[in-house]
Every structure is written in structure tokens, then in C-alpha cells.
């Protein structure tokens, strides 16, 4: 990389404020990539973004990318034990955002037990991407990954679609009969104002160029159309006890960080109106047990939280965190917002 390029970088690529060596020499931690990388922290208050220096090359981030977790198929066998928790799932689902489908009174009882860990709560919010009932409507997933999330909101009534710049997703996403595209927002061209909704699900920090992914966005959806994202958030508990070892940094996946300050300006920088803006302890059970791994030499894969005595363990310190948040609201792993695209744009 030339001299200028590297000093193009050392600029904050949200509001261009100058940039601070944070973290030095950080690896992949999944070992897919060789090589290491710095990330630099706005000193631009109230911005304080977060982003890698210098930004990875193409074959670089290819190699990245070899085995992510979005490649595997999304259901395992879809056997009684699986059907029954969908079931008592759909009450939880009907009782929280009023889907009609699991809407029995008992159904309801068993969903709201079920979930009574705010853990647990929160992973499945998260998983309808915090949608409530709105059937007819369209929506667009941005990075579907291996369908998961849309097949879920397929499920419940929504017309759906979504796409994603990773042929492997793609494929396994197919296979389950959805409508998904490869390449990215850009190329695929949709019709401007055609959706009422865009999720994008912890994509934003992928990208380096998040102003021109929200501004596509922005153009696809229907006038009053709202996009909901979740990303990391840097302001989180988990970053500030483990620095560069956090599980969300993820060198070199991982290009710009976000906490509310950036995230806002950047939403409002590209024609968004806020409308709510939150954070999370979803994954904060992971991010632990990443760090635990990490810390016993092991390599922590996604979805594989390592033994039934370190994923309890992880589930507790998910749920001190949730009580945590209840006072310092901003401190969450998750960071969630939902932004509209004014009625008069
Ligand atoms: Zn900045």
C-alpha cells in the first residue's frame, strides 16, 4: 500500500476526523487470514468510530471469509424436538409481537416460560430482527447469509427476499427455497421506493464503505420505509474488558466500528430519520466464551460455545449484563436501530 493511501485511512471515514493508533498488531482470530492489522480510533468527539488501518486487500479478505459460519446450512434436521420448539417459539413470537401464527392462549404460556431468560429473549427479538406483525409488506434483507433470519420472517407472513455477496450463502440459502440474489446492493439493481422494510443484520461493520451501502438503501425503500440494523457496539462491556481480544473487532472481517454517536451521524448524514435507537445483551454469553477460548488456546467458532459448564457460565454473564443495561442503557453488545426514510424525501 502506497504512503497516501495509508494516510487516506488514517482519517476517520465517518467524519473525517483525524485518527489514534487503538490497537496494534491484531490478528484473525479465527486464523483464515494471515497478517496483522492496526485499528485506529476517532479522536473527533463525539464520533469516536472505530475502523482497521490499513484496510485489507481484496485476496486478503477472500482468504477471510474461507469457512465463515454463514456457509452452513441453516436448519438441522427438522425432527419432532425441532417442530415442538417452533411451536412453543411461535407463542413466544405471537404473545411479544403479535404474529397470528402461534396465537393459542397456551402456546403463548409455554413461549413466555421458554423464554424467561432475557438471554434467551433477546436472541429471538434478534432473530425476527425486532419486526413486528406486518404482513403484505415487503422486505429486504442486505447480507442474508445462509437464510436464517428471512426464512424465519418468510415463515411468519412476510414477503420477502434477500441477497448477499457470498455465492456459498447464497447457494445454501436456495436450498431452502427463498428468493435470494448474489452480488452486492449496487450491481443488483432493485427498483427505487419497491420495499417497506431493509434489515441489515450485522453487515454494516463488513462494509468500507457504509455511507454508500445506506444511501442504496435508502434509495430502494418506499418513502416512510424503515431499515433496522444491528451492528457491535463499541461502547459495550465486553470491549471494554477485553479490548483487543472482543470477539466483535474480528480482524480482518470487521473494517469500521460503530457506537451510537457514529451510528446516528452516519444515519442522519445519509437521509435517515432515527426512531429508535438501543443496545443489547444478545451474544454477550459469546463473546465471553470467545474470550475464555481464545484465552485456553482454542479457536472459537461461531455457534460452537465450547462446553455445557462454559456456555452456563456464559448465559449468567449475559444475564448480569442485561441488568447492567437496564441502568447504563448504551452498553449493550448489540447496537440496534431503526431509521426511516422521510415521508417528504
Ligand atoms: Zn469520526
Known amino acids: ?21 487503538k490497537y496494534e498488531s491484531v490478528s484473525d482470530p479465527t486464523g483464515a487470514a494471515e497478517g496483522e492489522w492496526d485499528y485506529l480510533v476517532c ?20 482468504k477471510a471469509y474461507v469457512g465463515y459460519f454463514t456457509h452452513e446450512a441453516k436448519q438441522r434436521k427438522d425432527g419432532w424436538l425441532i417442530r415442538a420448539f417452533h411451536y412453543v417459539r411461535d407463542g413466544y413470537y405471537a404473545s411479544r409481537f403479535g404474529y397470528a401464527i402461534g396465537g393459542s392462549w397456551a402456546q403463548s404460556i409455554m413461549g413466555n416460560l421458554l423464554y424467561l431468560h432475557p438471554g434467551w429473549r433477546a436472541d429471538a427479538d434478534f432473530g425476527l430482527m425486532y419486526l413486528s406483525d406486518q404482513q ?5 434483507e442486505i447480507g442474508c447469509g445462509n437464510g436464517a433470519a428471512l426464512g424465519r420472517l418468510v415463515r411468519l407472513g412476510w414477503v420477502g427476499c434477500g441477497m448477499d455477496t457470498d455465492p456459498q450463502a447464497v447457494a445454501q440459502a436456495r436450498l431452502s427455497g427463498l428468493q435470494v440474489e448474489c452480488g452486492t446492493l449496487e450491481d443488483l439493481g432493485y427498483d427505487a421506493e ?23 438503501i ?10 433496522v440494523c444491528a451492528t457491535p457496539n463499541l461502547l459495550a462491556f465486553g470491549h471494554t474488558l477485553f ?8 480482524p480482518p472481517r470487521h473494517l469500521i466500528l460503530h457506537n451510537p454517536n457514529s451510528l446516528t451521524r452516519l444515519l442522519v448524514e445519509t437521509g435517515y430519520d432515527i ?41 449468567f454473564v449475559q444475564l448480569v449484563e442485561w441488568v447492567a443495561i437496564c441502568y447504563w442503557r448504551m452498553r449493550g453488545e448489540d447496537l440496534c436501530v431503526v431509521a426511516q426514510r422521510p415521508i417528504d424525501s
Open 43 to 62: 479522536k473527533s468527539a463525539p464520533c469516536g468510530a472505530l475502523w482497521l488501518c490499513p484496510q485489507p486487500s481484496a485476496s486478503e479478505l477472500e
Open 136 to 140: 403484505e409488506k415487503e422486505l429486504l
Open 243 to 250: 479490548r483487543e481480544s472482543w470477539l466483535n473487532l474480528d
Open 218 to 227: 435508502r434509495r430502494v425503500l418506499k418513502k416512510g420505509g424503515k431499515v
Open 194 to 216: 419497491r420495499f417497506d422494510v431493509v434489515i441489515i443484520s450485522h453487515v454494516l461493520e463488513h462494509t468500507g464503505e457504509p455511507e454508500n451501502l445506506l444511501r442504496e
Open 275 to 315: 426512531s429508535k435507537l438501543w443496545t443489547t445483551c444478545r451474544y454477550a454469553n459469546g463473546v465471553w466464551t470467545a474470550y475464555w477460548a481464545r484465552k485456553s488456546g482454542c479457536v472459537f467458532e461461531v455457534g460452537r460455545e465450547g462446553s455445557v459448564f462454559r456456555r452456563i457460565t456464559g448465559r
Open 1 to 21: 500500500m502506497s504512503d497516501s493511501e495509508v494516510t487516506m485511512t488514517r482519517r476517520c471515514p465517518i467524519c473525517n476526523g483525524t485518527g489514534e493508533l
